[in-house]
């Protein structure tokens, strides 16, 4: 049965990006344009997989890594990060976060720096999803 | 009462690093949330006659605006704060007021805003247009040249205008919440010249004892809360002693409520907050009366 794999991305030509190289690669598209309905859609459709953005409205990234790490119930889920925003600051923000209380979490599964050749995030997904 | 997301509105030429870094002093009244939001005048993408609708325009302008976002949102990203960003095309006003709604932001921040001069002749400044409509705080900013530099904390030095009026409870109450960012606040309440026209020497005398009662009463408030507050009486024309108690006592901002008034009631009556939002070199913040 073909991966549900969600991504959550603003930007409407990226996720057009993302949803073409997802269908070429035999993988079910789930789109969410911002943090806040990336957590409805991951509640509610348990995504094998989520590529997620960082700057967005409502609710960034950021938080929403850390939300779905510190869920006992959607830890497990592969996330890869796929930003504008450095990888060096989300390791940062992430450390930080856990200076204000929160516990620690681990590193995503991976991370990529827009902008992305379609090759690159194919491969990335067939790494972690097989 | 308290300040925990703010709204950056900047369109990159009137508002910079330096002032977004020099908001970072409301972390010590509880701010943790940034909302970024630039907004491209719809003039620079629409419909033009040959070329159709300017989409990779719009492409590269929304570009440019996620490249220095990213730039910004870094920085207080490794502090542990949470920064989202929003990049519409439209008006500016209407957009202001939508991410307000749908971000549930505690203050807004933006630079003051013109409007071409026909325009601004009956519709007034996109500034007051937004005072008009907003129920939310709003903070102007006014760089004095291109090259002009905002100090490093805005809110250090407080010129608190009150006029008694249902706003003023207000205005204390939001000047409480930012106990931290605050050093000093200046109150300052002005008997205007009409005021006092055809009042007696007695009766004079009177209104001026009842109005520096209250600025102790509402200076105690301050000292109790551990600000240093200083009460000051003035007569004259209300905004422009306001600009001059502000230079007098070294302020580093101006802060006043307002009423809502529609625009054809503002330019009858006048409003001073909406004038100096205009007008003021100074960082000004004005609370609106129907605060949520």
């Known amino acids: 049965m073909a991966k549900k794999v969600l991504n959550v991305e603003d930007d409407a030509d990226i996720r057009t990006f993302v949803t073409t190289v997802l269908e070429e690669n035999g993988y079910i598209p789930i789109m969410a344009i911002d943090g806040a309905e990336g957590m409805e859609k991951v509640r509610k459709e348990r995504p094998d997989l989520i590529i997620l953005d960082i700057l967005m409205p409502r609710e960034s990234g950021i938080k929403m890594y850390h939300e779905l790490k510190l869920d006992p119930s959607l830890k497990d889920i592969p996330i890869v990060m796929l930003s504008g925003v450095s990888k060096r600051t989300f390791i940062r923000s992430q450390a930080a976060l856990t200076e204000f209380g929160d516990e620690t979490v681990p590193e995503p599964q991976a991370y990529l720096e827009k902008p992305v050749e379609p090759e690159d995030l194919a491969e990335t997904l067939k790494k972690i999803l097989g | ?292």
């Open chain 2, 1 to 292: 009462m308290k300040i925990t997301k703010i709204l950056f509105v900047s369109e990159f030429e009137e508002l910079w690093l330096d002032a977004l870094q020099s908001l970072m002093v409301l972390r010590k009244a509880g701010m943790n949330d940034v909302v970024f939001l630039h907004v491209i005048h719809r003039d620079k993408v629409a419909m033009r006659r040959g070329a159709g609708y300017l989409k990779q325009e719009e492409r590269k302008l929304r570009e440019i605006a996620d490249i220095r976002f990213i730039d910004w949102a870094e920085t207080l990203y490794e502090e542990g704060m949470e920064v989202v960003a929003h990049i519409a095309i439209g008006n500016i006003v209407p957009k202001i007021l939508s991410v307000t709604e749908i971000e549930g932001v505690d203050l807004i921040i933006t630079a003051r805003r013109k409007r071409a001069k026909l325009e601004e002749l009956y519709a007034g400044s996109e500034t007051s247009d937004l005072l008009r409509r907003t129920v939310k705080p709003v903070l102007i900013y006014n760089y004095l040249s291109q090259s002009g530099k905002v100090g490093e904390n805005p809110f250090e030095r407080l010129l608190l205008g009150l006029d008694w009026s249902e706003s003023s409870e207000k205005v204390l109450d939001y000047v409480l919440a930012l106990k931290g960012a605050v050093k000093r606040v200046d109150i300052v309440n002005v008997i205007s010249e009409k005021d006092i026209a055809k009042l007696s020497k007695m009766e004079t005398h009177k209104l001026e004892r009842g109005n520096k009662k209250r600025l102790d009463e509402v200076c105690d408030v301050l000292i109790k809360e551990k600000f240093d507050a200083r009460p000051h009486l003035y007569i004259g024309n209300t905004e422009e002693q306001i600009q001059k108690g502000a230079s007098e006592h070294r302020a580093t901002m101006i802060v006043l409520g307002a009423k809502r008034k529609s625009v054809w009631k503002e330019k009858w009556s006048g409003s001073v907050s909406h004038s100096l939002a205009d007008k003021s070199e100074l960082p000004i913040l004005i609370i609106p009366t129907e605060i949520k």
